[in-house]
């Protein structure tokens, strides 16, 4: 009897989505029980992955902004703003993945560090500008944020020591404070102290909302 | 008024008189009772009682396409729910304006897998345009409230309410309807289109050459038709309507052309794919139309005019998008628009109406599906409301009936819901007291629904069903002789009820046509009997449905009948 791993098997199925296309977008929601489920099972819908998602309290009482990264085929990822718009729990979306944007990610690293490479540990990982949170007998675990690549490269670093554990936020993205016509992006204006997107861009005309 | 304390039931059927509702199609069942406790206080709510959940979605569902109000309709929690899901779907998918309201288990007992109890709300995600469980009687007004304007505003769709048992029992203060305020600040759509677009889509309108109207449902949603006539007459542009599209403009009219697609008239398929120009207005661009979107209407450039953002460039690359309300947007368009000819262009579909007959039928002395729909359409004169299934009869009907007043098309194009037929009919009869109602059946369908029959007797509704009887069900024989080699499997029935005394069970007029010859006559009678009617009319038994353009195809495969 031949073993599951000898047996050649079928051949390897390519991803499902050769040529995955992602979107960052933020969305500011209702706090409420169900929410979720109705953007996550949008997306599930349409054969998306969520490659990362975060959601927390928004400065409006009973509203959570969220922040998603969403990977699936191009035409359809692309159209994914207009159909979260759809939804009545969204009160505003935008698609900021080619906007004036900033973003960090926060991880939690555990590290092997013996009392023989600590030092060597803790020295490399400074440069990152990591904070040490919790050191035990044979491991350290650092705090650090960033973009996505910093992040890449403090973890490919600590490899060689033994990286035990990662936890990663996902991204956490805000459009530029000040967003004026003429701007690199070109499609905002600051209104009221609210970025808005340009009338070309909500493709949609006057409102009929409530 | 001054506020009163009422029940959460009472709140709920006052608010459903408040939105101008006058029937609604349910079953009750422990859930919903509180519910219907309080329906005899409120006897402007006509309740029909229908006899399969399912039935009641899709009664509301044709009850609302042909009225063009919202439809409503009740079911208790648990199977009562869930037999729903079928309607709402078909409703979802054709954006049709459907509430339905769901009895709920207890608050106490939500998520401990009490009896009957279901996650609706959870699993009509997907089917709805938006849900709600509410959990306290004073949430009541509002919410009903919200349900009715996501339902009917926008793209048009259903809403379900989830109430709790307890919650239409528990008292609140009840303010009057009117004032009720609606909290639906991330509910957007929109009306009017920027002035940008519509330049735009006017400067294609006024270049083209070969220009083709591709007229859908949101023309029948936004009641657009005198808009569409104006267009169409004022630059001479003909109309290709999709399936659901039908009835909005008259057939009579010179430059209606037909419906494309899988099954539709060849000469409307090779327009539009010889267009130079594409105006789709309300309609979503399908894949029963599209076919290969690579190959699809390559030489045409595209205008879009919808009401849903997320709709643009979705199947098909767009060149000129307007998002607004299909009325709005036209009334907008129509003035930028130059008077103008396109006889070549007109002359030449006219040309290609004559190289493709394919509404000609071939010469037999059977029966086919083809001479019944001809039949009702001359009898009737192309003012009935017709009523379809899905399959064959449902294509025959969309070819042969020769629509002449808007929203009298009523069928499940996006879900495909077989069984639609009967208590959509029903709905839709409810709806249109003094009009005539022909619902055109397969054998299939009608059997899975036909227990409607029932409530069609009871509430003394003079529907005639049309059953295409040919014992099988002939779009799979037709796919199973064209794309599995002529393996049949499952498609015959060998043991079809004998529906006119089925009919006659049913204490309905039973009647029975097997010859071309007795249809006219038939159709003639049975519109002339007071009350409803079931003809069985026998027909051709293994019969294909052209032209065709399989699926995911282009219209260089496009098959005729060899005639």
């Known amino acids: 009897m031949t073993s599951p791993t000898q047996s050649p098997g079928p051949a390897i199925v390519p991803a499902p989505f050769a040529t995955t296309h992602s979107r960052v977008v933020t969305a500011l929601v209702y706090d409420k029980p169900g929410v979720l489920a109705r953007i996550s099972g949008l997306f599930r819908r349409r054969g998306l992955n969520i490659a990362s998602l975060t959601v927390g309290p928004s400065e409006k009482p009973g509203l959570s902004r969220m922040t998603f990264v969403v990977e699936g085929p191009e035409n359809i990822v692309r159209h994914i703003a207009a159909q979260l718009d759809r939804l009545v729990d969204v009160i505003q979306v935008e698609d900021i993945t080619d906007k004036n944007t900033v973003w960090r990610e926060l991880a939690l690293i555990k590290v092997t560090a013996t009392p023989a490479t600590r030092t060597e540990v803790l020295n490399l990982a400074s440069i990152f500008r990591v904070s040490v949170v919790d050191v035990g007998a044979g491991s350290m675990t650092f705090e650090v944020t960033g973009d996505e690549s910093k992040i890449d490269a403090l973890i490919e670093l600590m490899r060689q020591y033994g990286v035990r554990e990662v936890m990663r936020t996902g991204k956490v993205a805000m459009l530029r404070g000040t967003l004026v016509p003429g701007d690199p992006d070109g499609s905002f204006r600051v209104k009221n102290g609210v970025a808005r997107l340009a009338p070309a861009e909500m493709a949609g005309g006057d409102s009929g909302s409530v | ?563």
């Open chain 2, 1 to 563: 008024m001054a506020p009163r304390m009422l029940t959460g039931g009472q709140i709920v059927c006052e608010a459903l008189c408040a939105e101008g509702v006058d029937v609604v199609f349910g079953i009750p069942g422990g859930a919903i009772l509180p519910l219907y406790g309080t329906l005899s206080q409120y006897p402007k709510l006509r309740h029909m009682l229908m006899r399969h959940e399912q039935g009641a979605g899709h009664a509301a569902d044709g009850f609302a396409r042909a009225t063009g109000k919202v439809g409503v309709c009740f079911a208790t929690s648990g199977p009562g729910a869930t037999n729903l899901i079928t309607g709402l779907a078909t409703a979802m998918m054709d954006s049709v304006p459907v509430v339905a309201i769901t009895g709920q288990v207890g608050r106490a007992a939500i998520g401990t897998d009490a009896f009957q109890e279901t996650d609706i709300t959870g699993a009509t995600l997907p089917v709805t345009k938006h849900n709600y469980l509410v959990m306290r009687a004073a949430d009541l007004a509002r919410t009903v409230k919200e349900a009715f304007y996501v339902a009917r505003t926008g793209r048009p769709g259903p809403v379900l309410i989830d109430i709790p048992r307890d919650v239409f029992q528990e008292k609140a203060w009840a303010d009057d309807y009117a004032t009720v305020k609606m909290d639906l600040p991330g509910y957007r759509f929109p009306t009017t289109a920027p002035q940008a677009q519509v330049e735009a889509a006017a400067r294609l309108i006024n270049e083209a050459k070969r220009p083709v109207i591709l007229a859908g449902h949101g023309v029948i949603i936004s009641r657009a038709f005198a808009e569409l006539k104006e267009l169409a007459e004022k630059a001479q542009i003909p109309v290709v309507n999709t399936l659901l599209g039908l009835s909005g403009i008259s057939q009579e009219h010179p430059l209606f052309v037909g419906f494309p697609g899988m099954h539709g008239m060849a000469y409307a398929s090779l327009a539009l794919d010889q267009a130079d120009l594409i105006v789709a207005i309300g309609a979503r661009f399908d894949d029963r139309i599209v076919g290969d979107a690579k190959r699809f209407a390559t030489n045409s450039k595209k205008v879009h005019i919808d009401i849903d953002r997320a709709e643009i460039n979705k199947n098909v690359r767009v060149d000129a998008p307007v998002v607004g309300d299909v009325k709005n947007v036209l009334k907008q368009l129509n003035p930028l628009v130059s008077k103008a000819t396109h006889v070549d262009w007109v002359r030449h579909i006219e040309h290609l109406k004559s190289e493709h007959p394919s509404l000609k039928i071939r010469e037999t002395d059977r029966l086919l599906g083809q001479h019944v729909v001809r039949g009702i359409s001359s009898v009737t004169k192309g003012d009935a409301i017709i009523v379809t299934g899905v399959g064959q009869h449902q294509m025959w009907a969309a070819q042969h009936y020769r629509f002449k007043q808007p929203s009298t098309w009523l069928s499940s194009g996006g879900l495909g819901a077989m069984g639609y037929e009967v208590p959509a009919a029903l709905g839709a009869q409810a709806g249109s007291p003094g009009k005539l109602v022909w619902s055109v059946c397969g054998d299939g369908g009608f059997q899975m629904t036909m227990s409607e029959l029932a409530t069609v007797f009871e509430n003394r509704l003079p529907v005639k069903y049309a059953i295409l009887n040919n014992n099988h069900l002939g779009m799979i024989t037709q796919w199973q002789d064209m794309f599995y080699r002529g393996d049949h499997q499952a498609d015959a029935y060998t043991g079809n009820p004998d529906f006119v005394k089925l009919a006659e069970a049913f204490r309905i007029k039973g009647m029975r046509v097997t010859k071309q010859e007795e249809v006219i006559p038939t159709v003639k009678e049975a519109n002339e009997h007071p009350g409803p009617v079931v003809v069985d009319f026998v027909i051709e038994k293994v019969d294909h449905v052209y032209p065709m353009i399989p699926s995911g195809q282009s219209v260089q495969e496009l098959m005729e009948e060899p005639l």
